[in-house]
Structure formats: structure tokens, C-alpha cells
């Protein structure tokens, strides 16, 4: 069961605009940007080591306030 959202015009507002950022920075991607990743090692006693690969997407977004911040919507 969901509920809906407070402010329907607001959060139509902000879905646009991720929806848009998102986008935006997927093309940038495709153009050969790289998404800074971790990797961690998990290891014990008697266990094979695993290795965990995290992309750090949100690293990758606050590098780039101005492609976010270039959208007209974001200064309304």
C-alpha cells in the first residue's frame, strides 16, 4: 500500500529533475566518464577471500554541482 505524496505538483517537480540529472550524467557516462569504484576485501579463517566492487555513484554526482546546477530548474 502507498501513500501519496504530500505535494503531487512538488514531488512531479522533483522526479522531472532527478529523472533529467540522471540523464544527463548517464549520456556523460557514455562518453567515457569513469565511476570512481571501492574495493574491499572480506577474508577469514578457513574461507575463500570475496571482494566486494562498489560503484561510488554518489562520489560521481557531487563531482559535478555544475551539470546539476546548470538546470534552470534547480535555481526556481
Not at 569504484?37 to 560503484?55: D, F, I, K, S
Request: overall charge negative; some cysteine.
Amino acid at each position: 500500500m502507498s501513500t501519496a505524496p504530500r505535494s503531487a505538483d512538488l514531488f512531479r517537480a522533483l522526479r522531472a529533475f532527478c529523472l533529467g540529472a540522471f540523464f544527463e550524467l548517464g549520456a556523460e557516462i557514455e562518453r567515457g566518464a569513469d565511476i570512481p569504484v571501492a574495493l574491499a576485501e572480506h577474508g577469514g579463517p578457513n574461507r575463500p577471500t570475496l571482494y566486494e566492487y562498489r560503484p561510488l555513484v554518489g562520489t560521481f554526482i557531487e563531482l559535478r554541482p555544475e551539470r546539476i546546477l546548470s538546470y534552470r530548474d534547480a535555481h526556481a
